[in-house]
């Protein structure tokens, strides 16, 4: 069965690999056994960063030692399978029983443990938005919302929302949300947008919405609607599953960069936005509508994203 090789394959690359808050399957596998040799962590550029050995080196690197330790690779690449084909069986014959209440208090716990109570969010940067969380949260609020715990989810999950939404993770001008947030602030984004993270959250800013009757939320959920609507629709019917993160930075330009599309110079607004704020003239000095919106969102001359973070020199 193709979905079950899947599965443990995937469940081997998390074996594999200690941080798998970003997935994207690069396990390599052995052609004679068909088990995994190692696992590849997700978003390798082509060749050398700084930061990251790139994924022509990952794999030159990969046929060097199964070239010098095939046999032991593949031992090892076995005995993974085999304890996760015992683990898989352990757990179809636990059956499919609904959680105990400290199943779901554990996790809970965990959860309040990863929690950045200033910046919203759980766990270390990468920072992803997580909806299946905020699910799981609302839903253990809702059971008993007037218990501490239930007041420690909602609070937990209403930060998060609001500072996600305040934040560069969510596209304040193209809409919708990118896939990551690179730092603790949420400020700067993987500028990558896909669809099924739209889709989910638009159900967890309609819940708060729901919970709370605040407008900012069923605000951000149309917000998330029009870009599906507007970008991600087919005209043929149905949605694409996401929008790349690499685009065009002007009409001339040959080569994609990450966010051009969405990277704004203080250049450009002043170009874009020269009139004068009506009103606003005092003793000769006028304000213009560029000043007021490179006030609003923090914008300096030289940008506002640290060197240290600007891998692309954006």
Not at 66 to 92: F, Y
Not at 108 to 133: C, M, Y
Not at 249 to 270: D, L
């Amino acid at each position: 069965n193709v979905w079950s090789l899947l599965a443990v394959h995937l469940d081997a690359h998390k074996v594999l690999v200690e941080d798998c808050s970003n997935i994207l399957l690069r396990e390599r596998l052995s052609l004679h056994h068909m088990t995994p040799m190692t696992g590849g962590i997700s978003n390798c550029p082509a060749e050398d960063r700084p930061d990251r050995r790139g994924f022509s080196v990952v794999l030159t690197e990969t046929a060097k030692q199964w070239e010098k330790h095939h046999e032991l690779i593949t031992d090892k690449g076995i005995q993974v399978i085999q304890d996760l084909n015992k683990n898989i069986t352990e757990d179809m014959n636990a059956g499919l029983a609904i959680p105990s209440p400290e199943c779901i208090l554990k996790c809970f716990t965990q959860l309040r443990e990863q929690f950045d109570i200033k910046n919203g969010g759980f766990g270390e940067v990468p920072k992803f938005s997580q909806p299946a969380t905020f699910n799981f949260l609302l839903h253990l609020y809702a059971s008993n919302p007037y218990s501490d715990h239930g007041q420690q989810a909602l609070t937990m999950t209403l930060l998060t929302l609001k500072k996600m939404a305040d934040g560069g993770i969510h596209d304040h001008i193209g809409n919708g949300f990118h896939r990551y947030s690179t730092d603790k602030l949420w400020h700067i984004p993987h500028f990558e947008k896909m669809l099924y993270d739209q889709a989910q959250l638009c159900i967890c800013y309609v819940s708060a919405f729901q919970i709370t009757k605040e407008v900012f939320y069923a605000d951000i959920a149309r917000d998330i609607l029009t870009y599906l609507t507007r970008d991600l629709s087919d005209t043929e019917g149905g949605f694409f599953s996401a929008e790349d993160a690499e685009s065009y930075p002007e009409m001339s330009a040959t080569q994609k960069r990450e966010g051009a599309f969405c990277v704004w110079g203080q250049e450009e607004i002043k170009q874009l936005l020269p009139q004068v704020v009506d009103g606003t003239c005092i003793a000769g000095r006028c304000v213009s509508f560029w000043e007021v919106f490179c006030h609003h969102y923090c914008v300096q001359p030289t940008g506002n994203v640290p060197a240290t973070q600007d891998s692309h020199g954006d």
